[in-house]
């Protein structure tokens, strides 16, 4: 869909019933001065609130030749984009259970599904994200995924890492209409007061946004298929092979 900001703006304005449109966020308006003050806190903010497809990618990371100053031995720069890791993807805890009894994994079974972990592969973890100074340019800071991976001095063979995250959208073009639809109601809920000075239309429609990001996040939902993911009449024998489950 071809999205501007400016369109999604107006789309907010008309929300909370504000007169006249704008035609981009640097005209010298008041509505269009006010929308431009909020629009990258408001944007960043929705677009960390789900693991929308649009902006969900992978990337494989390079160590950092900076070390960390103490507590993890390696540091993994993230990418320029990074807004944060992706959720792993849950298996139901019923089926957890009926896995655990079957094959003997202990009490909480295999909690996630294994090819939609946030950092890849498993042995990176623990593993905490955070800035480390860098030694060019000098007294500057860069994000970065600490981890004691690889546990081995001699890891020429092991497996690299990738990770699973958000990263910021700069092409409006790859949005999708329900994410769209969210943060229209959340510049509205910010621009209510400003605008309108009405504090009953702000909290209307933060109230909306939140529900609609429900009901987008369901509509993002129907794009996967994870086995078991959500459940279904047959869970007591589904997935009781080897391999039905990943």
Not at 16 to 36: F, V
């Amino acid at each position: 869909m071809n999205y501007s900001t400016a369109g999604i703006v107006n789309m907010a304005l008309m929300r909370i019933g504000a007169r006249g449109t704008i035609g981009s966020l640097t005209e010298d308006s008041p509505n269009a001065i006010k929308a431009n003050a909020v629009w990258d806190m408001v944007f960043q903010e929705v677009l960390s609130e789900r693991d929308w497809k649009f902006a969900k990618t992978r990337v494989q990371l390079q160590q950092n030749a900076n070390r960390p100053a103490g507590g993890y031995r390696f540091a993994y720069a993230l990418p320029a984009d990074f807004l944060r890791l992706c959720r792993p993807r849950e298996i139901p805890q019923e089926r957890r259970i009926a896995d655990a009894n079957l094959w003997d994994w202990g009490n909480g079974g295999w909690g996630y599904h294994d090819r939609d972990l946030p950092v890849w592969p498993r042995e990176v973890h623990p593993y905490i994200t955070e800035t480390v100074l860098n030694a060019d340019p000098p007294n500057t800071y860069t994000t970065n995924l600490l981890s004691n991976y690889p546990h081995r001095d001699n890891y020429e063979n092991c497996r690299p890492i990738v990770i699973d995250y958000i990263r910021l959208i700069t092409d409006m073009t790859q949005l999708l209409p329900g994410f769209v639809n969210c943060l229209a109601d959340r510049l509205a809920s910010e621009l209510a007061i400003p605008v309108t000075e009405d504090a009953t239309k702000a909290e209307k429609r933060m109230e909306l946004y939140r529900s609609n990001l429900l009901g987008a996040q369901a509509q993002q939902e129907c794009d996967d298929y994870l086995h078991d993911e959500a459940g279904s009449e047959t869970w007591v024998t589904a997935g009781r092979y080897w391999g039905a489950h990943r």
